[in-house]
C-alpha cells in the first residue's frame, strides 16, 4: 500500500509541476505583453506632449501676432484722427 500511494503522490506531483510550469509560462507571457504595450503607451505619450508644446507654440505666435494687429489698427486709426483733427 505504501507504493501505491507513493507513486499516486508522485503522479499528483507531477501534475502540479506541469500545471504550475504551464501557469508561470502564461505569466511570463502576460507580463512580456503588458510591458510592451506601456512602452507603447509611453511612446503616444510623448509623442502627445510633443504635439501639446508645438500648439501651446501656435497660441502664443496666434495671440502675439493678434496684439501686433490690434496695436497697428490703433496707432493708424489715431494717425487719420490727428489729419482729420489738423487738416480742419
Known sequence: ??????????????????????????????????????????DELDELKHWRTKLYG???AFVIISIVAMHTGMVLGSLFAMMNWFSK
Open 1 to 42: 500500500m505504501s507504493t501505491r500511494t507513493e507513486s499516486d503522490l508522485d503522479v499528483k506531483l507531477a501534475v502540479y509541476m506541469e500545471r504550475l510550469d504551464s501557469y508561470i509560462e502564461s505569466q511570463t507571457r502576460l507580463n512580456e505583453t503588458l510591458c510592451a504595450r506601456f512602452e507603447e503607451i509611453g
Open 58 to 60: 501656435v497660441k502664443s
